[in-house]
């Protein structure tokens, strides 16, 4: 019998109807359509089988790497080191067969052992063209057709950035005409480029040292011995570990918001959360409390009805703030909350319910925790999971239920729900690499992506296929 996808859209809370075919659910960029983690497709499979969702195909030779696959008009994409060179390429979303391969540069060199066998950017599809941002810093736009560049521009030549020390791994956001970036320099700490051309639209900075910008706690300068986060912890300010002694530029990408009748940008940097105009980048407000002392910040920012959120690991926490506008237009960031027990490292994280979803724990493990988003109060811990079966993965959501990757490949379905851990279904991968499976897992057009370096595994997670 033929289903008609579009009405049960109109049907959920809050759902709105795909702007292109309504049986297309693509997810065309990094964490997804609206870079929130969240897919819009019905349909999915509410419980597995016990061995797992069937194996649709794989495939392998895509090269080392941890880009998570970006899916667009029957075409998946990604970037990786193969020998010598990075590059990015275009596979058929039918079966897996490469369609074109791309050079974008020479394989960069990484002194540290963690995330050296590859890029992390996902490539961003708009249309006709694919942005990918390469660890060395060079940004390519490119047919999507044929993998042929159109423009490119240098983060660190153009911008005078510096990598920081785990290279560039942001995948670039498209706005409207606009493709938005981080050289992390002081004098472009964010840039604009024409999506066509590449050209600068324009360059933000930072406005003076931290706590110079307006805003509430986590804002101001810190007193004495207070890195907003507790006495005694050292202070930030002068690069720190992850950010190569120089850079502002993290690991983190962007998002759009909409506030007050103005678009933003924002941004976590090596030493703070961000939101400049999207208008000519004026920067508009800052939040320092969730930057830990290392400048390893690599989980991308939540904003749900004028409340931004963002967290990082290494002793540190996470923050909740509040966005107002005062009578002269200023924007001020006003701290709701700052918990300790949201130290996302970069497993990303989801709001379902007013529930806060993500794993709680850095280099030395976590697990999943479930937190109340607009209070940070813990709703469940997964550190009290019978026999641990949450530890630390990366997350979306999807038709009502979490798709949480454990960092050691366990694949598990999770029903969201506030009072306990309620999980539908696990399976482990094949064939698993012995790197950390820190490639972020992906639902689109009823396909659950998950890459492990070489390898693409692509699960068939639709409840009925017509």
């Known amino acids: 019998?033929?289903?008609?996808?579009?009405?049960?859209?109109?049907?959920?809370?809050?759902?709105?109807?795909?702007?292109?075919?309504?049986?297309?659910?693509?997810?065309?960029?990094?964490?997804?359509?609206?870079?929130?983690?969240?897919?819009?497709?019905?349909?999915?499979?509410?419980?597995?089988?016990?061995?797992?969702?069937?194996?649709?195909?794989?495939?392998?030779?895509?090269?080392?790497?941890?880009?998570?696959?970006?899916?667009?008009?029957?075409?998946?994409?990604?970037?990786?080191?193969?020998?010598?060179?990075?590059?990015?390429?275009?596979?058929?979303?039918?079966?897996?067969?490469?369609?074109?391969?791309?050079?974008?540069?020479?394989?960069?060199?990484?002194?540290?052992?963690?995330?050296?066998?590859?890029?992390?950017?996902?490539?961003?599809?708009?249309?006709?063209?694919?942005?990918?941002?390469?660890?060395?810093?060079?940004?390519?736009?490119?047919?999507?057709?044929?993998?042929?560049?159109?423009?490119?521009?240098?983060?660190?030549?153009?911008?005078?950035?510096?990598?920081?020390?785990?290279?560039?791994?942001?995948?670039?956001?498209?706005?409207?005409?606009?493709?938005?970036?981080?050289?992390?320099?002081?004098?472009?700490?964010?840039?604009?480029?024409?999506?066509?051309?590449?050209?600068?639209?324009?360059?933000?900075?930072?406005?003076?040292?931290?706590?110079?910008?307006?805003?509430?706690?986590?804002?101001?300068?810190?007193?004495?011995?207070?890195?907003?986060?507790?006495?005694?912890?050292?202070?930030?300010?002068?690069?720190?570990?992850?950010?190569?002694?120089?850079?502002?530029?993290?690991?983190?990408?962007?998002?759009?918001?909409?506030?007050?009748?103005?678009?933003?940008?924002?941004?976590?940097?090596?030493?703070?959360?961000?939101?400049?105009?999207?208008s000519d980048g004026k920067f508009l407000w800052r939040y320092d409390r969730p930057a830990n002392r290392m400048s390893i910040n690599c989980s991308t920012p939540l904003y749900q009805d004028g409340l931004v959120f963002a967290a990082s690991a290494y002793g540190t926490g996470g923050g909740l703030v509040k966005l107002s506008k005062d009578a002269n237009g200023t924007i001020k960031a006003e701290e709701v909350y700052f918990t300790n027990k949201m130290q996302n490292h970069h497993g990303g994280m989801v709001v379902v319910d007013g529930c806060l979803y993500g794993a709680n724990g850095g280099n030395e493990g976590g697990n999943l925790i479930c937190l109340d988003f607009k209070t940070g109060d813990v709703m469940w811990d997964g550190r009290q999971v019978a026999q641990s079966q949450t530890p630390k993965g990366s997350i979306l959501l999807a038709d009502g239920r979490l798709y949480y990757r454990h960092e050691k490949g366990t694949m598990t379905l999770i029903e969201p729900n506030p009072k306990e851990y309620v999980e539908r279904g696990r399976f482990e991968q094949p064939d698993r690499t012995k790197a950390p499976a820190w490639t972020h897992p992906v639902v689109a057009n009823g396909r659950l992506y998950l890459r492990d370096q070489d390898m693409l595994f692509v699960y068939d997670v639709k409840a009925q296929r017509d």
């Open 1 to 278: 019998m033929k289903r008609y996808p579009w009405i049960l859209a109109l049907l959920l809370p809050g759902a709105t109807v795909p702007a292109a075919s309504a049986e297309s659910f693509d997810w065309p960029q990094w964490q997804g359509p609206d870079r929130n983690a969240v897919s819009k497709e019905p349909g999915l499979l509410k419980e597995w089988p016990k061995e797992g969702p069937p194996l649709a195909w794989k495939v392998s030779g895509l090269g080392g790497g941890y880009s998570a696959p970006s899916i667009a008009a029957g075409r998946i994409y990604g970037t990786s080191n193969r020998g010598e060179d990075e590059v990015a390429w275009a596979l058929s979303e039918k079966d897996g067969k490469e369609l074109w391969v791309t050079r974008l540069g020479p394989a960069v060199g990484q002194r540290m052992p963690q995330g050296k066998e590859g890029p992390g950017c996902t490539p961003t599809v708009d249309g006709e063209r694919l942005y990918v941002e390469s660890m060395g810093g060079d940004v390519a736009c490119l047919q999507v057709q044929d993998g042929k560049v159109i423009w490119r521009c240098s983060l660190t030549g153009d911008f005078g950035g510096r990598a920081p020390t785990w290279s560039y791994r942001e995948s670039p956001l498209v706005d409207g005409d606009k493709v938005i970036c981080t050289p992390g320099s002081q004098e472009a700490i964010l840039v604009a480029l024409d999506k066509l051309t590449g050209k600068v639209v324009w360059k933000s900075q930072i406005s003076g040292p931290s706590g110079a910008a307006p805003g509430g706690p986590g804002s101001g300068p810190a007193g004495p011995g207070e890195r907003g986060g507790g006495p005694g912890r050292p202070g930030r300010g002068r690069g720190g570990f992850g950010g190569a002694g120089g850079s502002e530029a993290a690991y983190a990408s962007p998002i759009a918001i909409d506030f007050e009748g103005q678009r933003q940008y924002v941004q976590f940097t090596a030493k703070t959360l961000i939101g400049v105009a999207a």
